[in-house]
């Protein structure tokens, strides 16, 4: 699913990432752990291609990423990757089922087909009677969750999560952390989560820790 190998970046002289490589299975959950300053969130972005890298290759679902234009690369962003942050940057003006809907729209999807998988997804969540709420009328867990439904609409090769429970109450990361196992088990979902949160690092299937700019 994911193939980055001996991946190096650099920003001036600061060498961040020392050759980095990993292997990330379909359906696997990977967690990536270290301190701050470690590389994580430089690797999460060069694997969700938001950032380029000095050296190296990433073959995401088959994709060598390196080989594509801005233009084709971010088509391809939009459709292989879904993206969970730790605020949740939905649109405030737009409901819940229209925040979920808005990457299925950039890709061209028609609007009937697009309505029925997000309001599927916001079912599969748990948020069927919350689709026409708009985000200061969720709580910070259920707008979390329609994040997780919009990275899911267009059937991501792979989501990527940066801190996702990191702005949560422990009952809230309780049942995202839960969420994401379910997503795995019925849908095979692949996610690559960068946190600091002990408890959903080591119930991932594998830990990856990243120390000065290299994985132990």
Do not use: W
């Not at 292989?80 to 979920?100: K, S, W």
């Not at 997804?121 to 329609?146: N, W, Y």
């Not at 795995?184 to 690092?201: C, K, M």
């Amino acid at each position: 699913m994911i193939v980055a190998e001996n991946i190096h970046k650099s920003y001036g002289a600061l060498e961040v990432l020392k050759g980095v490589s990993l292997y990330i299975n379909r359906g696997e959950v990977v967690s990536v752990v270290g301190a701050s300053g470690a590389g994580k969130t430089t690797l999460l972005h060069i694997l969700g291609t938001l950032d380029r890298y000095d050296e190296g290759r990433v073959v995401i679902a088959g994709q060598d990423v390196s080989g594509l234009n801005d233009r084709n690369l971010s088509d391809f962003r939009n459709r292989q990757i879904g993206f969970v942050f730790q605020f949740h940057h939905l649109l405030p003006e737009f409901t819940a089922l229209e925040n979920v809907c808005i990457p299925a729209f950039i890709a061209g999807v028609g609007k009937r087909d697009v309505t029925k998988r997000a309001g599927e997804l916001l079912g599969i969540l748990g948020l069927a009677e919350r689709a026409d709420h708009k985000p200061s009328e969720l709580s910070g867990g259920e707008q979390q969750r329609v994040a997780v439904a919009r990275a899911l609409v267009n059937d991501p090769a792979v989501i990527l999560a940066d801190e996702p429970s990191g702005n949560l109450d422990s009952k809230s990361s309780e049942e995202l952390h839960g969420l994401f196992f379910k997503l795995r088990d019925e849908l095979q979902q692949t996610f690559v989560i960068v946190t600091h949160n002990q408890g959903l690092a080591d119930l991932a299937d594998r830990k990856l820790t990243i120390h000065d700019g290299r994985i132990l």
